[in-house]
Structure formats: structure tokens, C-alpha cells
């Protein structure tokens, strides 16, 4: 599968940004879809993931309450729906895409990466 992540873009603090990854190629909904996110200087996090249908979703203590993830499966595209954001969510945002059992909340677990989009938060 290949994805392709955009939506990214320049918000005060205190905004909103959705995401949008779309993927190409078969069984999209075979996937569990995550979203990282990489800083400058810094490792890449995981933000959330969801599994096949979108009713299972996993956040990282730092965005719970205030990022969403979701998906389409008719459509082949994830979302990441982010309020209130905050000049610490500036970074590369990354989707990918995982076919382990179970859920997959480290990088290592993914195995197709989208090409990132830059989120930046001014405050």
C-alpha cells in the first residue's frame, strides 16, 4: 500500500488542522492505520492508531481529548482531526499503515510510511 499524508499547515495555538492520508492500492481496510509525529531533534512518537473498522482507536497521553483519528474504508483515507492545538504539536506528521494482530502503537510495527506533512503551531 502506498499513502500519501497532507493537510498540514502553519495554526496559532489554539486551532484546529485535520489530516488526511490517503492510500492506494488493495485491502485498506485490512490495515491498521496510525499516525506518528517526528520533531526536530527529536524520535518519532506515536500520536494514534485505529483498527479495520475505526472503533478501536489508541491516543498518546499527549493529544488525548484533543486529536481524533478516524477512517473511511470506502474511501481509503484516514483522518486525524487535531484541536486546541499547541506549539509543542509542531512537527512532521507521519501515517502508516501496520498488519500485525492485535494493535500497533511503535513505529517498528508499521511497515508502509506516508511521506509526511509539516504541522506548525505558532504561539
Known amino acids: 500500500v502506498q499513502l500519501q499524508a497532507f493537510g498540514g499547515g502553519l495554526v496559532q495555538a489554539g486551532g484546529y488542522l485535520r489530516l488526511s492520508c490517503a492510500a492506494s492500492g488493495r485491502a485498506f481496510s485490512s490495515y491498521i492505520m496510525g499516525w506518528f509525529r517526528q520533531a526536530p531533534g527529536k524520535e518519532r512518537e506515536f500520536i494514534a492508531s485505529?483498527?479495520?473498522?475505526?472503533?478501536?482507536?489508541y491516543y498518546a497521553d499527549s493529544v488525548k481529548g484533543r486529536f481524533t483519528i478516524s477512517r473511511d474504508n470506502a474511501k481509503n483515507t484516514v483522518y486525524l482531526r487535531m484541536n486546541s492545538l499547541k506549539p509543542e504539536d509542531t512537527a512532521v506528521y507521519y501515517c502508516a499503515a501496520s498488519l500485525v494482530a492485535g494493535t500497533a502503537l511503535q513505529f517498528y510495527e508499521y511497515a508502509y510510511w506516508g511521506q509526511g506533512t509539516l504541522v506548525t503551531v505558532s504561539s
Open positions: 485505529c483498527n479495520w473498522s475505526g472503533g478501536n482507536t
